[in-house]
């Protein structure tokens, strides 16, 4: 029996981070949860954010997490901070153009949005992506450069910059590190 961990497929990430970024409950975000995300970042390297997190899943933790959730993408005042949807710092206004030309490419791949929710909210985003990195490999790359990476630097920017929680703070930036462009990143690296 290995004792290293089998490497995680792209879609399998994609998709435990777009757990990572709804509403956080007891129903799931628990000392299990917290396990796993522990070891993603552990094998990524990222021993502060890690060490950032709490020990063990408590009432107090979860609640802290949960107003954190709410100020930054829900309801803070006098505004929220960091609307998780693409047509706000696309467009400038919620469900507008971006979320219905969002739907169309979602529709063209057979992805059916099945909740509530616009079609260009952060966690939706993220499942079409698991789902089309679960067809083939490298397939979440058109939509991550033209619907994704478009919006989602600013978005990043915003929760790095006010948010208070480590916990968002650093699924906030995992979330970049599997979606940035690898180009880009090379010739930022190389200047």
Partial sequence: ???????????????????????????????DFLCVYKELLGQLGWREQQASLPAEMTDAALEE???EYTRLFINGVPHVIAPPYASIYIDGTLNSVTAEKTREHYRKHGFDITTNEFPDYLVTELDFMALREEEEEGASEEFLRSYFRPWF???RDLVLKEGA??????????????????TTADSEQAA
């Fill in 65 to 67: 997490v949960q107003v």
């Fill in 153 to 155: 630097a600013p978005f």
């Fill in 165 to 182: 929680d480590p916990y968002i703070k650093s699924v906030v930036a995992v979330i970049d590190f599997f979606t940035r462009d690898e």
């Fill in 1 to 31: 029996m290995s004792t290293t961990a089998e490497p995680l497929r792209l879609a399998e990430i994609f998709r435990f981070l777009a757990q990572a970024m709804r509403y956080p409950q007891a129903s799931w975000f628990n000392d």
